[in-house]
């Protein structure tokens, strides 16, 4: 038995998926059902006795005990997070409350769990917490890619929030010996990806005949990852990853904001024409958001030496999967762009005056 926090949210979901696709351990999902989180995710387990879901709060550390009391779990994958940037620019608090807060509420829960296992289960217990490349800070266009030694320099209030959760973590193992493992990814895609975030946005847009809004020049550098490659990275790391150690996971994809975007709609223009024109006509620059953090990039070399790890997807066959997931899963696109999904992209885009329209 495994427990995974945020299971119903973007990542935590294909990962459950995955877990189950591939794995007959029983999985006890806590999720706090915010905007993001969706047992829609979840749909295709419906009934599946080894998918145990409990709605419900980390910072809660009544629940996390009872629920680590009664489940006697040999791990805990940490995936609960707040994570969009911009809400982080717009309202700080809830990320300082989930981020840092609780995972400090997890690891206290986890610390008396563990501390009382027999000593076999105390060797074989895991921690393992799902962290971002964003705690870096910013690279320059030649500057090398982050590795698991480059010095923390967060610039938004979810990066800091996030690295404050990671060096919580990080003491945790080295104060109380409790054994963890933290993971830092670069930017996830692909199906389940809630429609505030770049490339799920610009596939709904598109199709809705909307603006395509790039922030700035549009020239910002990301490294992609496709979500399930994640997933199998974050097995390999709970598997047979070193005690105390940190693990970045990159899909060595580098490209820029414009590169994405233009791709996708050169993707539907294939997949889903328009009656007339191309979808680029839609792409509109709007002013940057504060801090945006020019370019990230991740040197996997590690977890691929030390665990074997590689992604399997290029950012090309990722990119179209992704694509014909959306197009194909229409149902859940409609569901979830209502309520607090249009009340957001509302008040993020309100008063972003175009800047000037994409070269032709």
Request: aromatic residues 10%; charged residues 25%; hydrophobic residues 35%.
């Amino acid at each position: 038995m495994i427990i995974v926090t945020g299971g119903a949210g973007f990542i935590g979901s294909n990962f459950v998926l995955d877990w189950l696709a591939q794995s007959d351990e029983p999985v006890v999902n806590l999720d706090r059902l915010t905007y993001a989180g969706n047992l829609d995710n979840l749909r295709s387990i419906d009934g599946d006795e080894r998918h145990r879901f409990v709605k419900g709060d980390i910072c809660d550390s009544a629940l996390v005990a009872e629920l680590l009391a009664i489940y006697r779990p040999r791990a805990i994958v940490h995936f609960a997070a707040e994570s969009h940037v911009d809400r982080s620019i717009h309202g700080p608090e809830e990320f300082i409350r989930t981020n840092i807060n609780g995972t400090f509420s997890l690891l206290e829960a986890a610390r008396a769990y563990w501390s009382g296992l027999q000593e076999e289960a105390r060797q074989g217990f895991r921690f393992l917490h799902v962290s971002t490349d964003e705690v870096y800070g910013t690279l320059g266009a030649d500057d090398p890619p982050f590795t698991e030694a480059t010095p923390y320099a967060p610039n938004s209030p979810y990066s800091a929030s996030k690295a404050a959760s990671d060096h919580l973590v990080r003491s945790y193992h080295h104060t109380y010996g409790l054994p963890t493992l933290t993971t830092n990814c670069s930017n996830n895609y692909g199906p389940y990806h809630f429609p505030e975030k770049l490339i799920p946005l610009v596939i709904s847009n598109a199709r809705a005949g909307k603006p395509l809004p790039i922030y700035g020049d549009g020239r910002q550098v990301r490294d992609w990852l496709y979500v399930r490659d994640h997933c199998a990275a974050v097995r390999e790391v709970l598997a047979h990853g070193r005690v105390g150690e940190t693990y970045n996971v990159g899909g060595w994809n580098e490209k820029t904001n414009l590169e994405v975007v233009t791709r996708l709609c050169d993707i539907l223009d294939e997949l889903d024409p328009k009656s007339s024109g191309s979808y680029r006509e839609q792409i509109t620059f709007v002013a940057d958001r504060p801090g945006h953090d020019r370019r990230y990039a991740i040197d996997a070399r590690k977890i691929e030496r030390e665990l074997g790890w590689k992604p399997a997807e290029s950012f090309e066959s990722g990119i179209r999967k992704t694509v014909e997931w959306y197009l194909s899963h229409q149902e859940w696109v409609r569901n979830v762009q209502s309520g607090d999904y249009l009340k957001w992209i509302d008040k993020n885009y309100a008063g972003r005056n175009t800047v000037s329209e994409v070269p032709r």
